[in-house]
C-alpha cells in the first residue's frame, strides 16, 4: 500500500493516479507519468546506442509498466520485476522527491553508504552537516 503523501502527489499530477514503475541497480523506481515519457523520448533519440545501451534499454524500458492505484493504494507488482529485482515478503519504500524507490528489505539493509564527496564536488553539489 503506498502512504497517503504518494498517493496524493501521484492523483495531483494525473487524474487516475498513475504512475510508471521499472527495475534499475537492484530497486524498483517508479516514476510520474511525463517524466516516464520524458526518459525514455531520450532514451529512444539516441541514434545506433551500444550493444550496453541496447540491453539496458531493453530492461530498463521494457520491463516498464504503468500501474494505476486502487482505492485504498494498493498496487499489484507485476511479477517480472519483483523477479528482476528479488522482492521477497518485506520491502523498503524510499521517497526521493519527484520518484520513489522500492527495495527489497534485506537488500537496502546491505546497502553501504560510501565516500561520495569527490562526486558531489564534481557535481557541484555541497551539503552542509
Known amino acids: ?5 504518494y498517493r496524493e502527489a501521484l492523483f495531483t499530477d494525473n487524474e487516475a493516479g498513475a504512475f510508471w514503475l521499472t527495475a534499475y541497480n537492484g530497486c524498483l523506481v517508479a516514476y510520474l507519468p ?5 526518459i525514455t523520448e531520450r532514451l529512444n533519440s539516441i541514434p545506433l546506442p551500444s550493444l550496453k545501451l541496447f540491453h539496458f534499454k531493453a530492461k530498463f524500458v521494457g520491463l516498464g509498466q504503468e500501474l494505476v492505484p486502487d482505492i485504498q493504494g494498493r498496487v499489484l507488482i507485476p511479477q517480472s520485476l519483483m523477479r528482476e529485482v528479488g522482492l521477497q515478503k518485506d520491502v523498503m519504500l524510499v521517497g526521493l522527491n519527484s520518484n520513489f524507490q522500492i527495495w527489497d528489505q534485506n537488500s537496502f539493509d546491505d546497502l553501504v553508504q560510501e565516500d561520495v564527496s569527490d562526486e558531489l564536488a564534481n557535481a557541484g553539489v555541497s551539503i552542509a552537516l
Do not use: F, K, R, T
Open 1 to 5: 500500500m503506498l502512504p497517503a503523501e
Open 34 to 38: 511525463h517524466i516516464w515519457e520524458e
